[in-house]
């Protein structure tokens, strides 16, 4: 699969900036406007099973169950830790957050307030950022596990290739 190179991102000294969203922002800070193979790009164009985790481990396969009216619906999902698992093909910058974990439907930085406790980060403004926080140690030591107290909720979504597109 050949990558394309329509992405850019922002990057100083290389780290990448993900607050820097356009060319003019980033180089007003001295950052340098790279163009970068998005695995994003490269899934939208040839769809293919990709690895993807859940609460900060990887997902080796779950199954849903329905249930119409007074039947209940279910979900069961493996997960296994990997230690060399460092990016997702979920966020233009590969940097793992808490949506794409599961622990928010929207908030990146929305990580469980333990979770960050856990790593002396619940001060961190921007916890998902790609060069401090859960971003750079995700990046850094693969899954990192951590399951909720039963009861509290979590996201599951599981994404084809098709699913994914670029945002400007």
């Not at 922002?10 to 001295?30: L, M, R, V």
């Not at 998005?38 to 859940?54: K, R």
Request: net charge negative; aromatic share 12%.
């Amino acid at each position: 699969m050949a990558p394309n190179k329509d992405v850019y991102k922002c990057t100083k000294n290389d780290e990448c900036f993900p607050e820097h969203k356009n060319e003019d922002d980033c180089k007003a800070n001295g950052g340098s406007w790279d163009a970068y193979a998005s695995a994003i790009t490269d899934y939208v164009n040839n769809p293919e099973i990709f690895q993807q985790t859940f609460l900060g481990l990887s997902i080796m396969d779950f199954s849903a169950n329905l249930g119409l009216g007074s039947n209940s619906s279910s979900l069961s999902v493996n997960l296994v830790r990997d230690e060399v698992n460092f990016e997702t093909y979920l966020t233009p910058s590969g940097t793992r957050d808490a949506v794409s974990e599961g622990y928010h439907p929207n908030d990146p930085d929305a990580f469980p307030i333990d979770l960050l406790r856990l790593h002396n980060l619940e001060n961190d403004p921007n916890p998902s950022h790609p060069n401090r926080g859960m971003g750079k140690l995700y990046s850094t030591h693969g899954d990192i596990p951590f399951i909720p107290d039963p009861g509290s909720p979590v996201f599951f979504n599981y994404y084809s290739g098709r699913d994914l597109y670029k945002t400007a």
